[in-house]
């Protein structure tokens, strides 16, 4: 082999280089890869065809299949649906505007399609490798009307043209002659060549094409093929084709549409089978795709094919990678291979594969196979080597539930145990390792979904599943929607997370506006009615059902928009608190997250959330997916919290993750508080936040917010509101009542630029560094304003703005921030604000709101504030370590909030007190907290001992939390009642590996007769 390689390098060298003879395996890698990026074919050296290893691993590959279908037992069609499924169908299309629009418009697709002529089938999907969108940019408008590497959303395709892209932004069309594809990627060993356009640096620089000067997403160079693009739209819609053909036969029994959607996936399998993998950083394998799956880091780098030198750095002559593992790989979409949507390909199978023409048969056993093995078996086994391999289970990421769901969908269809079991296990690992004890993921509330939408498939596909005897323990499981026990609490969690709209927090990675999968809801309403009842329209929002509820729900359930009866709710493994007031879809929303560290977390401990009856006063930036805001996104500095040093938040630190922890929680009708800290800023011992929700009539709210600090240089209390952004143009405004501060500037006008100025850091900055001891801040707009009581002194107030771009639409957005700074030596400072929504009719409900001085006695923590609003006042009293009076009122605890209605009736809340006392009214010399050791544990119940004497558990609708360690983390459950013996939490299970120790402060709640 060797010997013939150099015969041929001395023959072709001049072709390359001039000079020396390549002889070495680094001088023959330099020249391949001057070479491939040029789009040249073989190499003179190299061997045409596939290889010995190749072709080996495919025929052990098409043994697997051939054994996996004999082994299974027969199939009554369709399997994927109950024996009513039909009856059902119908019924809901008499009854429901949202069935007939559904297969309405599914039928008129089915119509278009069998209405082609001949040979469309084989038009719209290709045997050439479809190409992808990601990272892509438009070159016509880039730094002008869009952003850079924007991909996804960018380009628009309409089946009526099926050629054609047309720029979302500036009306670009692609193809275009403008932007020809001038460059071949050519795969010769496999027969395909890719074409690709060169950006206009490229274009000018030949010489170099290093990947330097091409158009960049995230990091990474991007080549863009507009017509491989196509491919990928054509084909992604005539799978969706399929669908809606099987389901047009199925209603009608009309054997056209059975015959179309077989043609389709016939062909989609003879193509499927010969789509090469490639990744979503542009490299191509040219090689057998299932090998190429397999060996995806142990390729001959003359199979490697990719446009940018840089590609190939690492890579050797016999070693060379793909730059991305499945996660960013696959034939038809580089993305675990899009394989959830091998749920719907193998329900159209399903529906079709027994259909008949009168009393013939539509398909023969040979085309039956066909599918079965080029595509359905074909598109699962490339999902498994990143599971482990054959049959294996390993892999727990938040995409690996999408490869487990399509074994789950294809092993339901055709009938594979083997298949379904390892759904199955990759569905418990997933389960038991991606998610914590209270049912949510250790990523954001929008992963979370993500994982959902695929994950709770898995015991749905298989639910009923007809498993052999060999697979006993899966037939004495039984049904697991009554006796997965965690299966329930995601369930649960889906909803009792979100806004009351139905719109998911947008925390951490989640995008602006994101709701719970539609699919989800509707199996939710289907298993657990006592959860999803009377509320899956609200969930819904204005997407509506889909086809699982037509198939398996009744039509007149799956509208119902009731409200959602979301309870305030503090998650213990994802450590979100969530405090609320009022009902309907407008009910105002607090949340308050210190997190542990976990994937598509943000660096964002103690950071605050608020939406104030249906508007978001306070807001989180999201998720701008794989585009370069999302560092600010991200960062601390974006965040409403304290800024310490000017450095970000200690995060994703291996060797010394974060650690949250949860100092006090408490819901009652009136008033609501939670205290967290967080160990973010290791300079600082102390970096605790309280925040307090004093609720008034209908779902006015105001918060109060104690942010104490101690350690380090320098504070900075950050705010920014989501009002007076650049979207309310000169209508929008930052003013300020009792504080000076030069005038503001226009905000700048970025365009769809992302140069750093653009996207990260705030700009135009203008202080005061003499500010009063107390002022206000106010965001204006038309039909809404929001006020900022500052009520502690600070050495200075700085007013600035930020880039604001939560979607991939509204680039160079700006937000405008504020921030209170003290600066000096060992640095103790507590920052005291409230939080101030105004009416959508402008009425404000604080009258005044003012700082009281507290006697030394009350300690070094003491604070207190007295607020007026237009439903009463309050005065407030945190962390009193000694008894003391302040404005006729005797606190000693952690919080006290004495108050009186706009009737004059006076009311008390303390938590964690052994007095608060005013005008005959209150309590002394009472136990604040009960604390120890718990002997024993069950899911729901601490086995305690020693309750304080006069311990009484607080009124029905007021709720405390019991501090826990959950074996990692102080967080809280809460407390349903307490015995002398006992305290029952309810909601969410006790893990197994708390430690037992507790602390419950006592709740009181007195009324003035
Ligand atoms: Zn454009
Ligand atoms: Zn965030």
Not at 179 to 191: A, D, M, N
Not at 412 to 439: C, I
């Amino acid at each position: 082999m060797k010997r013939s390689y150099r015969l041929a390098i001395i023959l072709s060298a001049g072709m390359f280089l001039t000079g020396a003879i390549p002889q070495s395996d680094d001088q023959l890698r330099e020249q391949y890869i001057e070479a491939v990026v040029r789009g040249k074919g073989y190499m003179p050296w190299q061997e045409p065809g596939l290889s010995r290893k190749e072709i080996d691993f495919r025929n052990l590959i098409e043994q697997r299949k051939t054994q996996l279908l004999a082994a299974r037992g027969p199939i009554r069609r369709p399997v994927m649906l109950d024996a009513d499924a039909r009856k059902r169908v119908l019924r809901n299309l008499e009854s429901a505007d949202w069935a007939r629009d559904l297969v309405r418009s599914a039928r008129e697709k089915a119509d278009y399609l069998v209405a082609q002529p001949d040979g469309y089938v084989a038009s719209m999907i290709g045997e050439l490798t479809p190409w992808y969108d990601y990272g892509m940019t438009c070159p016509n408008c880039v730094g002008h009307k869009s952003q850079e590497g924007i991909g996804h959303g960018l380009l628009n395709w309409d089946f009526h043209s099926p050629d054609t892209l047309t720029c979302n932004f500036c009306g670009q069309a692609y193809p275009s002659p403008r932007y020809p594809e001038t460059q071949k990627l050519v795969c010769p060993r496999t027969g395909q060549t890719l074409t690709f356009f060169l950006n206009p640096e490229e274009q000018a620089h030949p010489e170099n094409r290093t990947g330097e000067l091409a158009y960049h997403w995230v990091g990474h160079p991007m080549h863009m093929s507009f017509t491989g693009t196509i491919r990928q739209y054509k084909a992604t819609f005539m799978i969706s084709g399929a669908s809606d053909l099987a389901l047009t036969w199925f209603i009608t029994n009309d054997p056209r549409y059975a015959r179309r959607a077989q043609q389709i996936l016939l062909r989609l399998a003879h193509c499927y089978r010969g789509w090469l993998y490639h990744d979503y950083w542009n490299t191509v394998a040219d090689t057998d795709p299932l090998y190429a799956a397999a060996h995806d880091d142990d390729l001959e780098l003359a199979w490697k094919r990719h446009l940018s030198t840089e590609a190939f750095a690492g890579d050797n002559l016999h070693k060379a990678s793909m730059k991305r593992d499945f996660w960013g790989a696959g034939r038809l979409h580089p993305s675990t291979d899009s394989m959830g949507t091998l749920s719907s390909v193998s329900l159209a199978f399903d529906l079709v594969a027994d259909a008949r023409d009168g009393s013939r048969h539509l398909w023969s056993a040979t085309d039956r196979e066909k599918v079965e093995r080029d595509l359905l078996l074909e598109w699962a086994f490339t999902g498994e080597h990143y599971l482990g391999g054959p049959d294996q289970s390993k892999l727990i990421n938040n995409k690996s539930p999408r490869i487990y769901h399509a074994f789950a969908s294809v092993a339901r269809a055709l009938n594979l145990p083997r298949l379904a079991d390892t759904a199955l296990r990759g569905y418990e690992g997933v389960r038991d390792e991606s998610f914590t004890d209270d049912g949510f993921s250790m990523e954001s509330p929008g992963y979370t979904m993500m994982y959902l939408s695929e994950l709770l498939p898995i015991p749905e596909r298989l639910h009923g599943f007809d498993w052999p005897d060999s697979f006993a323990g899966r037939q004495t499981a039984g049904d697991l929607y009554a006796g997965d026990a965690r299966l329930r609490l995601m369930y649960r969690m889906m909803i009792d997370q979100l806004q009351s709209n139905g719109v998911e927090l947008p925390l951490e990675d989640t995008e602006v506006g994101d709701r719970a999968p539609g699919e989800c809801i509707e199996m939710g309403l289907k298993r657990y009615p006592e959860y999803f009842k009377g509320k899956t329209g609200t969930l819904l929002g204005h997407s509506r059902p889909g086809l699982y509820a037509l198939f398996h729900l009744e039509a007149e359930e799956i509208v119902k928009a009731d409200d959602l009866g979301l309870a305030e709710i503090y998650f213990p493994g994802w450590m979100t608190a969530i405090l609320r007031h009022g009902s309907g879809q407008q009910a105002t929303v607090l949340s308050f997250n210190f997190s542990p560290e976990g994937n598509h977390r943000h660096a964002d401990n103690l950071s605050l959330f608020y939406n104030d009856r249906g508007r978001t006063i306070l807001g989180d930036h999201g998720y701008v997916g794989d585009m370069p805001v999302n560092e600010w996104v991200v960062s601390t500095f974006s965040h409403n919290l304290v800024i310490v040093d000017d450095q970000a938040q200690r995060f994703r630190d291996r060797a010394n993750p974060r650690r949250p922890r949860l100092e006090m929680m408490f819901a009652t009708p009136r008033v609501s508080a939670a205290e967290a800290s967080s160990d973010a800023y290791g300079q600082c011992p102390v970096y605790r936040r309280l925040v307090i929700l004093l609720k008034g009539p209908e779902s006015q709210t105001v918060a109060v917010d104690i942010f104490r600090v101690r350690g380090g240089g320098k504070h900075d209390y950050r705010l920014f509101s989501e009002l007076a952004s650049s979207d309310a143009g000169a209508r929008g405004a930052l003013r300020f009542e009792g504080l000076d501060l030069p005038s503001e500037p226009p905000l700048p006008d970025f365009g769809g630029s992302i140069k750093r100025e653009a996207i990260f850091g705030l700009r135009d900055a203008r202080e005061n560094i003499h500010p009063a001891a107390a002022w206000q801040a106010v965001w204006s707009q038309p039909g809404r304003s929001f006020r900022f009581w500052c009520l502690a002194p600070v050495t200075k107030v700085s007013a600035a703005n930020g880039p604001g771009q939560e979607d991939h639409q509204h680039y160079g957005r700006r937000v405008r921030y504020l921030d209170l700074i003290n600066e000096g030596k060992d640095l103790v400072s507590t920052f005291v604000g409230l939080h101030e929504p105004g009416t959508p009719e402008g009425s404000m409900a604080v009258r005044s709101a003012r700082r009281l001085d507290v006697p030394a006695e009350a300690g070094p923590d003491a604070a207190a504030l007295a607020i007026d609003t237009s439903w009463g006042g309050c005065i407030i009293l945190n962390e009193f370590a000694r008894p003391a009076m302040v404005e006729g009122v005797r606190f000693q605890g952690k919080l006290g909030i004495f108050g009186k209605d706009s009737k004059g009736k006076a009311w008390l809340i303390a938590v964690g007190a052994s007095a608060l006392q005013r005008d005959g009214i209150g309590f002394s010399g009472q136990a604040p907290e009960w604390a120890g050791r718990a002997s024993g544990k069950t899911p729901y119940a601490l086995t305690v001992s020693s309750r304080p004497q006069g311990w009484t558990d607080p009124p029905k609708d007021c709720r405390v939390w019991v501090l826990l360690n959950d074996g990692r983390f102080d967080t809280g459950f809460p407390v349903s009642a307490t015995k002398a013996d006992e305290i029952s939490v309810e909601r969410f299970p006790i893990p197994a590996k708390t430690t037992g120790d507790f602390r419950l402060y006592a709740l009181r709640c007195l009324e003035a007769d």
